[in-house]
């Protein structure tokens, strides 16, 4: 379980990375216009990297060997619930990883949060010795928008409350293990899905 120290840094996180990321844009933006707008932004964007690194130090959290399927099947009985979806899990290898458990269920959570935005009612999700994959049947993502998310360390956003904070966590989560994400919207027709948005994680 989640402590409430933990979720509490969690949430702090995501709004201290908002605002390393909009001061670092607008120090780009403000640079030839006033020395002392650039040194309050530099001051801002120290400090909250600073920041960042305090609650990302208190966030850590013990790495556990995790059977990965195992942590899943306890994992979606509650998802299901919450987001009123089917989740079924393909498990094809069993795989032991050296994981942060709270920072895998959320990155989980942020996946199965993003297809019920996006309409899904299934989220398909398949085990493999090389790889983990999310397959919905949402509307799918934008391709303009996987390809910012493949290619460039960016937050993207399509929705208006949104901020891109799901994808970045699941990113850095990843990157954090060595692992790489792709994001794409499902082209062929499936038997699963019509239309949808596949992540593949590669281990
Ligand atoms: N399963 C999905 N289906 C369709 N589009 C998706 C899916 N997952 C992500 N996206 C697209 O990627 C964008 C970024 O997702 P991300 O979770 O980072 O941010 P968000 O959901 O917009 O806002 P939040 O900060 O609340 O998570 C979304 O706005 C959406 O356009
Ligand atoms: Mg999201």
Redesign the pocket.
């Known amino acids: 379980m989640t402590t409430k120290l933990q979720e509490m840094a969690h949430d702090m996180n995501n709004v201290i990375t908002l605002i390393s990321l909009n001061s670092s844009l607008a120090l780009k933006v403000l640079r030839t216009n006033s020395d002392k707008a650039e040194s309050c932004l530099i001051k801002i964007f120290n400090s909250s990297t600073k920041m960042t690194e305090i609650l990302e130090t208190a966030m850590s959290e013990n790495v556990e060997t995790t059977d990965i399927g195992e942590l899943l099947y306890k994992l979606v009985d509650d998802l299901e619930s919450t987001y009123n979806m089917q989740i079924d899990i393909i498990e094809q290898h069993q795989l032991i990883k050296s994981i942060g458990r709270n920072s895998f269920e959320r990155m989980v959570t ?2 199965v949060k ?2 019920n ?2 309409k ?1 009612t299934k989220v398909k999700i398949g085990l493999s010795k090389t790889s983990i994959v999310f397959v ?1 049947n ?5 391709d303009h ?1 996987a390809y910012t ?1 493949n290619t460039r360390d960016e ?5 208006d ?8 966590y699941i990113k850095s989560f990843c990157n954090s293990l060595g692992w790489s994400v792709n ?1 794409s919207s499902i082209k062929e027709k499936l038997r699963y899905a019509k239309s949808g ?1 596949k992540i593949v994680i590669k281990l």
């Open positions: 942020n996946i993003n297809a935005e996006a899904a919905d949402g509307e799918g993502i934008a928008v998310l937050m993207v956003t399509t929705k409350k949104g901020h891109g904070i799901g994808t970045h994001f948005t």
